[in-house]
């Protein structure tokens, strides 16, 4: 079977109303402004303001995304819903998102790759379409990350970096093969899996949540991270995968459009730029508005990307993620 490509027909995003402040957070932890932007770059975040699930903020992000494909969500072959903060710990997101949507009977499947998954989804979506196997794919990111994490002094080092919020991608086949998707690139290494981890609860422990999780300096229930650890590999790991992208599509930084790297920090983001000697107009960063929205932040950046003017029909753009596990991915599109 000849291949095809895919290309993004259609996005959308849906953030929750809550802005929380870097002046906000200062109510309760000791922190401020100054320090936080320092640090991270971030000013802003939101965060939900009522019971909300990941899948609700996805199904909102994915209704707009299907409006402008100008398809319905019936008609998606396959749903896939990129997360570290699931509604529950089973059923999957997508399934879930996929009810609110009213679709039955279609694959759906969550994609568990952290902050590198709306890369990862995208290359399975990619490959589906490629395939034959399917002519359309929804594919979302979503987080509510500000039910669990520690909103105090003591988890201030994580807590400050990360925000709410949804965005989505309606994928199809094209079948101009200079056009859309032109490759992913995937790698992971297990070896740091604990530098930047959520370890309860979990089935390895048994009970799976008992009263020492929640004690200590460090609670086992509120994400950990080797911040020094990570943003060592980070610079590293993101320079390689996006030219390794640019490399075997015979392309080089310089004909480069836009990079949309994962909005983690935005001292990685300018290292990155930096180190590649990018143009100001080559990068794109929102992070200062909505923090590290992890599965979403890379689709919620290239959907403020294209609204803006950044991207353009025929403009050459890299997406580019690092994150937990530690993995790290690329894609490069020809829009």
């Known amino acids: 079977m000849a291949l095809r490509n895919s290309r993004i027909v259609g996005l959308g995003k849906h953030l929750p109303a809550k802005v929380v402040t870097n002046a906000d957070l200062t109510r309760v932890m000791e922190t401020s402004d100054e320090w936080i932007q320092q640090r991270t770059g971030i000013r802003e975040r939101r ?89 359309r794919v929804l ?20 807590a400050v970096i990360f925000g709410d919020g949804a965005a989505a991608a309606v994928i199809a086949a094209e079948p101009d093969p200079s056009r859309g998707i032109l490759s992913t690139h995937l790698h992971a290494q297990g070896k740091y899996a604990e530098k930047l981890w959520l370890e309860a609860a979990a089935s390895r422990s048994r009970p799976r949540l008992s009263p020492d999780m929640l004690e200590g300096a460090k609670p086992r229930i509120f994400p950990y991270m080797d911040g020094k650890y990570v943003f060592k590999h980070a610079v590293t790991r993101f320079p390689e995968v996006i030219l390794e992208a640019l490399s075997a599509n015979g392309c080089t930084v310089k004909d480069l459009d836009l990079l949309i790297p994962h909005q983690a920090n935005l001292r990685i983001n300018q290292m990155v730029a930096m180190g590649l000697e990018l143009r100001e107009e080559q990068m794109f960063n929102n992070i200062d508005r909505y923090g590290n929205t992890t599965a979403a932040s890379i689709p919620l950046a290239l959907y403020e990307a294209v609204e803006a003017g950044r991207v353009r029909e025929g403009a050459l753009v890299c997406l580019a993620a690092f994150g937990a596990g530690f993995t790290w991915a690329s894609a490069l599109i020809r829009w």
Do not use: W
């Not at 819903?81 to 879930?96: E, K, N, R």
């Not at 594919?139 to 994580?158: A, K």
């Open 47 to 135: 965060y939900i303001d009522q019971d909300t699930g990941a899948a609700e903020l996805g199904a909102a992000a994915a209704r707009e995304a299907l409006d402008r494909a100008g398809l319905r969500a019936d008609q998606m072959d396959l749903i896939l819903f990129a997360t570290l903060s699931p509604d529950y710990d089973f059923p999957a997101s997508a399934c879930v998102m996929s009810r609110l949507l009213g679709v039955r009977g279609r694959a759906a499947f969550d994609v568990r790759n952290q902050c590198s998954g709306f890369v990862y989804g995208l290359a399975i979506a990619d490959r589906f379409v490629k395939t034959g196997r399917a002519q």
């Open 139 to 158: 594919l979302v990111g979503g987080e509510v990350h500000s039910t669990g994490i520690d909103l105090s002094t003591r988890g201030r080092d994580v």
